[in-house]
């Protein structure tokens, strides 16, 4: 019996670990995002009309992934749930660039995404 335990054991550990490195990878994207924007220099954040500088913005993007709870799986859930529109009006949230040039959130984190260095993975 013991070695049937064992050899269970021995079975599940790889598929429980692939899940772990899932989660792990798609967390590992999820802060990459944050970080672009609290980095951004001269930029800012619009939401519901008001700006706000990119150190806000990034606390506002943990504190609506923190209540997402386990809604958010993936980088692309962080985008559609947390980082395209207000939960509140379904405005979209825009970015503003230092030159002055708007874009809608949701395009800046999905072509971010699309820079995410792959040996972080």
Do not use: W
Request: charged share 25%.
């Amino acid at each position: 019996m013991k070695n049937i335990f064992i050899a269970l054991m021995v079975l599940l550990l790889p598929a429980t670990a692939h899940v772990y490195a899932q989660d792990f990878s798609e967390s590992a994207k999820i802060q990459y995002l944050i970080s672009s924007v609290e980095t951004l220099e001269g930029a800012k954040f619009i939401r519901n009309g008001s700006e706000y500088n990119a150190r806000d913005a990034s606390d506002h993007l943990r504190l609506k992934l923190k209540v997402a709870g386990k809604k958010v799986k993936t980088a692309e859930d962080f985008i559609k749930f947390c980082a395209s529109k207000s939960s509140i009006t379904s405005e979209p949230y825009l970015m503003r660039f230092a030159d002055g040039t708007n874009v809608k959130s949701e395009v800046f984190f999905t072509n971010k995404l699309k820079t995410f260095p792959i040996d972080k993975q």
